[in-house]
């Protein structure tokens, strides 16, 4: 049985709490949360024994094996620092910070400390994601070419201003999508090998970028184009295209559910071929499946397509220089 620990009462750590629940190989021992109302309400809502009021004294309970950080993205390095110091496996929600610096800290806290991590980029562990690479792998699509993307939500009102806008709050997904597509058709190396213009439109109430668009130019020649925005909408796609033929998600590529997930296959001049990947689980069940996998086979990551860190950390340098990029265009 692994005992879990959340850091924040947000929604998504509402969304975990069910996960955990679900699951019989976990439990919900703890939650930690500054607002008293709040903590008590979610620890009432999800049969949470213990209820603590800042961070250190939740990681003090030796009860507890690994911590779950739902809490705003700029303080999620010094969460996981904390924690990695304790001695405790953790998962912290994505985005992993919203500096490089604060990234950096973060990855050398953990790999001082010896610890399990995975960043909360939940949709990395659903089945849909490895058949994504089974596909790539397979050479069906031929040689990769160009990859296109766009998440749109309206939640601009809903997200703490703190945690730096769409980029860190939605277009995390696609960035870490593109990083997958790009890895697996290319090689580890070929995501670092770019170069990128961004434009973006930033909000006049916190300064922080509510819509984005980049475009990248990897040096073997594959183009890509991703679009964020969490001023409108609930819109999303992806096609992944080469020289023989296009995928294309049919459902939410990072919101998979538990029953039918599609990715749809055409080779060029053919009729398209839906893939469909059927599971008992969606995506935040899965990410609590993998954590369990990894801490009981003594591992310190999850295996791909689950996110290491090193892949954290390379989505987190373009999500900045895609940040950087809108700042500077004006």
Known sequence: MLRWGILGTSFISDTMAEAIASSENSSLVAVMGRDPGRLEAFASRHAVAKR???????????????????????????????????????????????????????????????????????????????????????????????????????????VNPAGGGTLFNLGCYPASLLHYVIQTACGDDTFGLRKIAGHGNMSEKNGNIGAAAVCARFTNGVLATLQSTDNYGMAWSFAIHGDNGVARFKTNPWLPVAGENIIEVEIYGKAPEQIVVSTGLDAFQHQVLTTELALGNGLKQAPRPSPRLTDSLEVMGFLTEWDACCRAAG
């Open 52 to 158: 603590y009021g800042d961070i250190d004294t939740l990681l003090g309970d030796d009860d507890i094996d690994v911590v779950y950080v739902g809490l705003p993205n700029n303080v999620h390095h010094s969460a996981v620092i904390a924690a990695a110091n304790r001695g405790k496996a953790i998962v912290s929600e994505k985005s992993l910070t919203v500096t490089m610096a604060d990234a950096q800290s973060l990855a050398d806290a953990v790999l001082a400390s010896g610890v399990f991590f995975m960043e909360g980029l939940m949709y990395l562990n659903h089945p849909l994601i490895a058949e994504l690479g089974t596909i790539l792998r397979s050479g069906r699509l031929g040689q990769l070419r160009s990859v296109n993307g766009l998440y749109a939500a309206d939640i601009a009102e809903l």
